[in-house]
C-alpha cells in the first residue's frame, strides 16, 4: 500500500510540473476596420468669429433744446422711413418763426419805400431838377433794402427748420432701440447719451477677421487676378448662429478692409446676409463658415486619429498585417473629417476603430470598410 501511495504521489507531481512549463495559448489577433485611402476633390470648412450690425446704425438725437412732450414709439417697435418717433415742445421756436416772419414783412416794406424814393428822383434826374446824387443814395438804400429782405428770408428758413427740429423723425426704416429718455425730460442737442438708436435690418452686415496667414492663404485659395476678382467669384457663406445652429440665408463677401489693424494685426472682412424676417439684429454674434475648395485632397474621420502630446496620429497597415503609428499634419476640418496635409498619402491603408488599444508594430486581421471617405492633399 505504502508502495501505491507513492506512486501516485510522483505521478501527480510529474503531472503538476507538466502543466506548469506548458507555454499558454496565444492571443487571436484583432479584427479591425481598415480603410484604403484615395484622394479626391473636398471642400473644408475655416470658421471665424463674426459681429452682426444692421446696414444702417444711427443714433437718433434732437437737433434743438427743449421738453420732451411726446413718444410715439416703444422699444423694440418696428418703424417706417419718415415716422415721428418724439415731439419737443415747439412753442418757443413757433414765436422766432413769427418774429423772423415780422422782419421779413418790414424788410419788404422798407424795399418798397425804397422804390418809390428811386421812382420819384429818377424823372427830377433826367430833367435836371434835382442832382444825380440823391438818385444814387436812393438806389442804394434799395439795394440795402433788398439785402434785409435776403436776410430777413434766410432768418424765417433758420426758424422754420427749427421748428420742424421739434419732430423728431425716423431717417430710415428699422427697430428701435432702448429709449433712456422719458417724456417731459429735458434734451438738448449736446446731450451724451441719443434719444434711441434705431437699426435698419433688412440685410445685416457680419464683421469677421482674417490674420496676416489666413489673409494670405484667403488671396490664394480663390480665383482671380485682383481682390476685387477674387471677391466676386468667392462662394456664397454661413452663418452660425449662437446656438449652433446654421442661419437658413446663405451670405455673400463683399468687402475687404482697406488695411490691417496695427494693434490685432487682423484684416476686417464683411458678409452680408438677407434679414427679411428681422431674425437678426444689430448687435448680435456668431460665426462664418468659409468653404475652401481642394483638389485631389485627403479627408479622414477624426475618429480614427489618436492625439497625444499635442501631435496628431494614425495606424498604418504594413506587411504582415502589423500597423505602425504614423503622425499626421492637419490643415484643416469639414464636418467630422481632418483635412491632412502630410503624414499618409493615396493607397495607404488605416485602421479605422479600435485604435485606442493598439501598439506599434501589432499584427491584426483587416476588415475592408465601406464607409466612402475622400482623402486630400494639397497640391504644391
Do not use: W
Amino acid at each position: 500500500m505504502k508502495k501505491i501511495t507513492l506512486l501516485s504521489l510522483m505521478a501527480v507531481f510529474l503531472i503538476s510540473c507538466a502543466d506548469k512549463t506548458q507555454a499558454p495559448a496565444a492571443a487571436p489577433a484583432p479584427i479591425l476596420p481598415v480603410l484604403s485611402i484615395k484622394s479626391s476633390d473636398a471642400v473644408t470648412d475655416a470658421e471665424y468669429p463674426a459681429a452682426l450690425q444692421g446696414t444702417v446704425d444711427v443714433e437718433i438725437r434732437p437737433q434743438v433744446s427743449g421738453n420732451l412732450e411726446k413718444i410715439y414709439v416703444d422699444e423694440g417697435a418696428y418703424v417706417s422711413k419718415g415716422q415721428t418717433l418724439f415731439k419737443i415742445n415747439e412753442r418757443s421756436f413757433r414765436e422766432q418763426l413769427n418774429n423772423a416772419l415780422a422782419n421779413l414783412h418790414a424788410a419788404e416794406a422798407a424795399y418798397l419805400n425804397a422804390q418809390l424814393e428811386v421812382d420819384k428822383l429818377t424823372p427830377l434826374v433826367q430833367n435836371k431838377v434835382v442832382s444825380d446824387y440823391q438818385l444814387k443814395t436812393a438806389k442804394a438804400s434799395q439795394k440795402i433794402a433788398a439785402a434785409n429782405i435776403e436776410q430777413a428770408k434766410a432768418m424765417v428758413g433758420s426758424a422754420r427748420i427749427n421748428l420742424g427740429y421739434t419732430n423728431v423723425t425716423a431717417p430710415v426704416s428699422g427697430y428701435i432701440g432702448r429709449l433712456p429718455k422719458k417724456q417731459g425730460s429735458l434734451v438738448a442737442a449736446t446731450d451724451v447719451e441719443p434719444l434711441t438708436n434705431l437699426s435698419d435690418v433688412h440685410e445685416v452686415y457680419a464683421y469677421f477677421s482674417l490674420g496676416e496667414t489666413d489673409f494670405i492663404k484667403f488671396k490664394s485659395v480663390y480665383a482671380g487676378n485682383t481682390l476685387g476678382d477674387k471677391i466676386k467669384k468667392l462662394p456664397p457663406v454661413t452663418l452660425i448662429l449662437a446656438d449652433n445652429s446654421d442661419y437658413p440665408q446663405l451670405g455673400k463677401i463683399d468687402m475687404v478692409d482697406g488695411q490691417f489693424d496695427k494693434n490685432t494685426g487682423a484684416i476686417t472682412v464683411r458678409a452680408t446676409f438677407p434679414n427679411k424676417n428681422g431674425t437678426l439684429r444689430s448687435g448680435n454674434t456668431g460665426k462664418i463658415r468659409l468653404g475652401v475648395q481642394h483638389d485631389d485632397a485627403i479627408l479622414i474621420p477624426q475618429s480614427a486619429t489618436i492625439e497625444m502630446q499635442d501631435k496628431i496620429f494614425v495606424f498604418t497597415l504594413n506587411k504582415g498585417n502589423k500597423v505602425n503609428k504614423m503622425p499626421i499634419t492637419v490643415i484643416g476640418k469639414s464636418g467630422t473629417d481632418y483635412l491632412i496635409k502630410d503624414g499618409i498619402k493615396s493607397g495607404d491603408q488605416i485602421v479605422l476603430s479600435g485604435i485606442d488599444k493598439l501598439q506599434e508594430g501589432q499584427v491584426i486581421q483587416p476588415e475592408k470598410s465601406t464607409a466612402k471617405v475622400a482623402l486630400v492633399i494639397n497640391k504644391k
